[in-house]
T-cell receptor, first 116, second 114 residues
Framework: AQSVTQPDIHITVSEGASLELRCNYS??????LFWYVQSPGQGLQLLLK??????LVQGIKGFEAEFKRSQSSFNLRKPSVHWSDAAEYFC??????????????FGTGTQLKVEL | DGGITQSPKYLFRKEGQNVTLSCEQN?????MYWYRQDPGQGLRLIYY???????QKGDIAEGYSVSREKKESFPLTVTSAQKNPTAFYLC?????????????FGQGTRLTVV
């Protein structure tokens, strides 16, 4: 069965500093990987996704993530954090469903706090 | 605008009552999903449906039921058999075009047992 580990429950960074959120996955086949962001009391918004090809993927809001198969990792990065980035971030791996679509398995999330 | 609408945003249930959470999408997506979110546990899959009149159990289906009578709608009923129903419930949908698809989420319903 697939699984996702986000080892950092909380992270605090200063505005303007760089950010890296860690994600490790376990999946027997080629993983399809996602990063989502959630503001308090809201739904999830997709930041970026990896299906195949270039291992460095660009997303919205200036985020990027790098897929490293040898390390089973898909870490999320941003060069300069803005106060509006404060939210909870979820990494997910998709297991393909017969007939299409993905059954997503999520990590437990990383809560990001941004200090002004 | 296309999207997923969940209602109500907040729902209160008394012990022993069944309640139904609504999820409607106008994205013309075939697949729909229900997830439960608890603090510190991420999201867990309750049920999913890939086609009208068909649905499958996810990882935590006990105490829940669903129906898929229309492509646009995938309501979730939280039954009295669900021992700990207080949680944030998220509905999602995705186009059914192989595995290279992403899920789009609604804004969620927060259910509280009183």
């Amino acid at each position: 069965a697939q699984s996702v580990t986000q080892p950092d429950i909380h992270i605090t960074v200063s505005e303007g500093a760089s950010l890296e959120l860690r994600c490790n996955y376990s999946y027997g086949a080629t993983p399809y990987l996602f990063w989502y962001v959630q503001s308090p009391g809201q739904g999830l918004q997709l930041l970026l996704k990896y299906f195949s090809g270039d291992t460095l993927v660009q997303g919205i809001k200036g985020f990027e993530a790098e897929f490293k198969r040898s390390q089973s990792s898909f870490n999320l990065r941003k060069p300069s954090v803005h106060w509006s980035d404060a939210a909870e971030y979820f990494c997910a791996v998709g297991a393909g469903l017969t007939g299409g679509g993905n059954k997503l398995t999520f990590g437990t999330g990383t809560q990001l706090k941004v200090e002004l | 605008d296309g999207g997923i609408t969940q209602s109500p945003k907040y729902l209160f249930r008394k012990e022993g009552q069944n309640v139904t959470l609504s999820c409607e999408q106008n994205l013309n997506h075939d697949a729909m999903y229900w997830y439960r979110q608890d603090p510190g546990q991420g999201l867990r899959l309750i049920y999913y449906s890939q086609i009208v009149n068909d649905f499958q159990k996810g990882d935590i289906a006990e105490g829940y039921s669903v129906s898929r009578e229309k492509k646009e709608s995938f309501p979730l009923t939280v039954t009295s058999a669900q021992k700990n129903p207080t949680a944030f419930y998220l509905c999602a949908s995705s186009p059914q075009t192989g595995r290279k698809t992403e899920a789009f989420f609604g804004q969620g319903t927060r259910l509280t047992v009183v």
